[in-house]
């Protein structure tokens, strides 16, 4: 269903997802003169006439700012950088040297490895991105996309096919429940109606799934419930599973970046705590890159651990080794990048 898997839709509404009527219905309301709707539309004109100069002026503003974030940050993200890199050259070289095998003996272990690591090396140069445009805060609500993708690696190594088998197998009731999602809402978006044959597909492929694994399977994570021994189980329940709870405050932390919780509109790690009061944050700050960078350098060295184990090779293995001792460096680079940066500005952030 293209919704589901990769839609190259334009997002169309009927006006009740914008606010445009509605704004056009609150100047009416006040009987607003034609003079002024006349000035509406040449300040419309303004913003369009000015637009060159306008993001000229703006490009320039971010590249002056990229260049400061540089300047405190520069070493920590080069080395994270290389991280990256080697992790992404480390996925190629597993994947042509073990896919072949693996084929032979229907791994889908390594089906699911491969196609998280990838997933997660992709997650990681987001973060770098936003990471190097002062976007601390989105970068660590990146980084907890990451940390799911490890987390979930590891589950699926620990407990091997069967539940590997689930997990991909998942996918069907993924489907059926974006199938219901699009069959309710495809007229207000101007979408063509759901055809009967692929709707009557999901719903079959979704009936046979549950009969095959379980009511529990239905449910969000259903496809870890059996080893987990819960109809319902969260992830963090996977976290628990494979030892890695500790990193909830962490992932909580995270989380404030991708809520619209009360806390997240207060808290944001660019800032200092003296200055969350004060300080509405709506661009990029020069502070707050120590968790997510140090986050990022973890959880993509854990899967990259994860891959390499689950078909070693002495070469992969040396490696595997030499990146693994980039972390300490990388973090002890982000603490010593925070710490100058704290003294540099007693603990006042930078913003743009």
């Not at 169309?12 to 056009?24: A, C, I, L, M, W």
């Not at 003996?105 to 990838?118: G, I, K, P, Q």
């Not at 651990?305 to 080794?321: A, Y």
């Not at 973090?331 to 990048?337: C, I, P, R």
Request: proline share 3%; charged share 25%; hydrophobic share 35%.
């Amino acid at each position: 269903m293209v919704i589901a898997e990769g839609s190259t839709h334009n997002m169309k509404t009927d006006g009740s997802y914008t606010n445009n009527k509605e704004n056009q219905d609150y100047l009416d309301r006040f009987n607003i003169p034609s003079e002024v709707k006349e000035a509406i539309n040449q300040s419309h004109e303004e913003i369009i006439n000015n637009a060159s100069d306008t993001l000229q002026g703006n490009n320039e503003e971010i590249e002056n700012f990229k260049k400061r974030v540089n300047n405190f940050w520069k070493k920590p993200l080069d080395l994270l950088d290389l991280l990256l890199i080697y992790s992404r050259q480390m996925g190629s070289k597993f994947n042509k040297e073990m896919r072949t095998p693996a084929e032979k003996e229907s791994d889908h272990v390594f089906l699911a490895l491969t196609r998280l690591h990838a997933k997660a090396c992709l997650v990681s140069h987001e973060i770098a991105i936003l990471m190097k445009h002062g976007y601390s805060s989105g970068a660590h609500a990146r980084w907890r996309s990451l940390h799911e993708i490890a987390i979930t690696a590891l589950f699926i190594k620990e407990h091997g096919n069967e539940v590997v088998e689930r997990y991909l197998d998942y996918r069907g009731i993924e489907t059926y429940y974006a199938m219901t999602q699009y069959k309710k809402y495809a007229a207000k978006l101007h979408y063509e109606p759901l055809q009967e044959e692929e709707e009557e597909n999901a719903i079959n492929l979704k009936n046979f799934l549950i009969k095959k694994y379980g009511e529990s399977f239905e449910h969000l994570y259903g496809w870890a419930s059996k080893e987990l021994n819960k109809p319902r189980p969260k992830f963090t329940d996977i976290e628990k599973a494979v030892g890695s709870e500790h990193m909830r405050p962490y992932y909580k932390m995270a989380s404030n970046a991708v809520h619209a919780e009360p806390n997240g509109t207060f808290f944001n790690i660019g800032l200092s705590k003296a200055d969350e009061e004060k300080i509405l944050l709506a661009g990029p700050s020069d502070s707050g890159l120590a968790d997510p960078g140090s986050g990022t350098a973890v959880s993509l060295n854990l899967i990259n651990t994860i891959l390499i184990t689950s078909r070693p090779t002495v070469e992969n293995l040396i490696i595997l080794q030499a990146t693994s001792m980039l972390v300490n460096e990388i973090n002890e680079a982000f603490l010593e990048a925070h710490k100058f940066i704290e003294e540099q500005t007693e603990g006042k952030a930078l913003p743009i």
